[in-house]
T-cell receptor, first 116, second 110 residues
Framework: GAVVSQHPSWVICKSGTSVKIECRSLDFQATTMFWYRQFPKQSLMLMATSNEGSKATYEQGVEKDKFLINHASLTLSTLTVTSAHPEDSSFYIC????????????FGPGTRLTVT | AQRVTQPEKLLSVFKGAPVELKCNYSYSGSPELFWYVQYSRQRLQLLLRHISRESIKGFTADLNKGETSFHLKKPFAQEEDSAMYYCALKDTGTASKLTFGTGTRLQVTL
């Protein structure tokens, strides 16, 4: 149980375009989801906290207008990278909290974004 | 601001040798600490949390508030322990956010 999926697993897009990444909790409801960014051989850096039905809370230094987060249902959160640039190329990982084990974040497999 | 430090990027040990992955933290409140593991080509998963005081896959970790450390230990390393290990500190506020260390790659060789 407690499986989190991400789609797509890998995406290449051209500079200036937007790309949407989905994060789904497959077998549980997640009121809270988190979005992380991971650069090669570096740690996970929290970008934002996504709560169902409300606006996301962004970490300091993360551009809200560039990284749009929508948490429309208890099983789906989306991250849209708008007007992507090569420096946005990274590995994006989501995680979700279950209601029953709220201390444990369940992680998705990640999405590799390459902006050319 | 809270911070998690893992001083070693790579730890290489022989099979059967003891393992200690170091983790130090800074946090103004009462910390809640975790170890997450990422095996090759797999997603990040929880290994253990300090509150539960469990031993998972032979690993243990004790919170030392005096030294602000949460080192991960295993008496006898196995090949299947080779992975990336992340120490993480949880915000005890309502946000439940995690701050991760930079990770240590454990390499167990024969």
């Amino acid at each position: 149980g407690a499986v989190v999926s991400q789609h797509p697993s890998w995406v290449i897009c051209k500079s200036g375009t937007s790309v949407k990444i989905e994060c789904r909790s497959l077998d549980f409801q997640a009121t809270t989801m988190f979005w992380y960014r991971q650069f090669p051989k570096q740690s996970l850096m929290l970008m934002a906290t996504s709560n169902e039905g409300s606006k996301a809370t962004y970490e300091q230094g993360v551009e809200k207008d560039k990284f749009l987060i929508n948490h429309a249902s208890l099983t789906l959160s989306t991250l849209t990278v708008t007007s992507a640039h090569p420096e946005d190329s990274s590995f994006y990982i989501c995680s979700a909290l279950t209601l029953t084990r709220a201390y444990e974040q369940y992680f998705g497999p990640g999405t590799r974004l390459t902006v050319t | 601001a809270q911070r998690v430090t893992q001083p070693e990027k790579l730890l290489s040990v022989f099979k059967g040798a003891p393992v200690e992955l170091k983790c130090n933290y800074s946090y103004s409140g009462s910390p809640e600490l975790f170890w997450y593991v990422q095996y090759s080509r797999q997603r990040l998963q929880l290994l253990l949390r300090h509150i539960s005081r469990e031993s998972i896959k032979g690993f243990t970790a004790d919170l030392n508030k005096g030294e602000t450390s949460f080192h991960l230990k295993k008496p006898f390393a196995q090949e299947e322990d080779s992975a990336m290990y992340y120490c993480a500190l949880k915000d005890t506020g309502t946000a439940s956010k995690l701050t991760f260390g930079t990770g240590t790659r454990l390499q167990v060789t024969l």
